[in-house]
């Protein structure tokens, strides 16, 4: 007569088993630089999830060369290195799409670049760009992003939007995609067998799961956690010649709580 209850008890404790049970893309893998989450599938955006999201293009071709960020109606946020060694009559913005379609095209009227860039080490790679006319603000598809006060932590889980940031595919640079990261500490984040540049105070470095990161159409993107944004996609780390992206290799960022100062003073 008790059997009937042994049964269900039973059965209890082993739907509580999968309950409780860890998803498999909870799992690590080992890296020289410590441990990462394993390959997950990248997330696609749509329609428009990420209104501050800029296309910096060479025209007339309509290239995507870099990226940049919303911060006003006359101020684009990017790294001095997206927009280095270009007249502005040479680039256009096309805001207000993650995947170029009905995209609104600007002018630029001029750079406000950090006095101190380093094109070599990438220090204080950081500049603004202003367009002809004013940005047209418009609710859910073209907006400002939030830039944050202080610095994420260590072991944190941050993400990139990226236009092309497949390694097999590093020539898809007009569908917006997320990719999950993590802040490593900078003490480690680029020995000198795999980069000569040190990454110092004013710079933040990301590890990202092998064969997703950002290319060289990245350069200027956002670094995101919680909603706001922390840094700049500045360079990513190589070995020898091995100058693909998505290496498996840490992303130096520039810090944007760094420059916060030099932000506000360059605004228009």
């Known amino acids: 007569m008790f059997e009937p209850c042994r049964l269900l008890f039973l059965f209890s404790i082993f739907v509580i088993s999968l309950t409780n049970a860890k998803p498999e893309h909870n799992m690590t893998s080992h890296s020289a630089f410590g441990h990462y989450p394993m390959r997950r599938p990248v997330e696609y955006s749509s329609p428009h999830p990420y209104p501050f999201m800029v296309s910096v293009r060479l025209w007339p071709n309509d290239e995507n060369v870099c990226t940049g960020t ?40 001029s750079y406000a670049v950090h006095p101190d860039f380093d094109h070599k080490t ?3 790679d950081i500049a603004l760009i202003h367009p002809k006319q004013p940005i047209k603000m418009i609710p859910n598809k073209v ?5 944050a006060a202080t610095e994420p932590s260590v072991g944190s889980h941050s993400y990139l939007l990226t236009w092309s940031s497949k390694r097999a595919d590093p020539h898809s640079k007009d569908e917006l995609k997320r990719i999950t990261t993590t802040i490593k500490d900078r003490e480690n984040c680029d020995p000198d067998m795999y980069d000569p540049f040190t990454v110092d105070s004013r710079q933040l470095c990301t590890l990202n799961v092998p064969e997703e990161g950002a290319c060289n159409s990245d350069f200027g993107g956002p670094l995101m956690t919680d909603g706001k944004q922390v840094g700049i996609v500045s360079y990513f780390l190589t070995v020898g010649y091995d100058m693909e992206c998505g290496n498996g290799l840490p992303i130096v960022h520039t810090s944007v709580v760094k420059y916060r100062q030099w932000i506000a003073s360059n605004l228009k």
């Not at 060694?85 to 600007?106: C, H, M, P």
């Not at 907006?143 to 830039?147: I, Q």
Request: net charge negative; proline share 4%.
């Open 70 to 109: 919303i911060i006003g109606p006359s101020s684009i946020l990017t790294a001095a290195s997206c927009i280095f060694g270009w007249f502005e009559k040479e680039l256009r913005l096309k805001v207000g799409s993650n995947n170029g379609d009905q995209a609104t095209i600007y002018e630029i009227g």
């Open 122 to 124: 990438h220090v204080n």
């Open 143 to 147: 907006s400002p992003v939030f830039l």
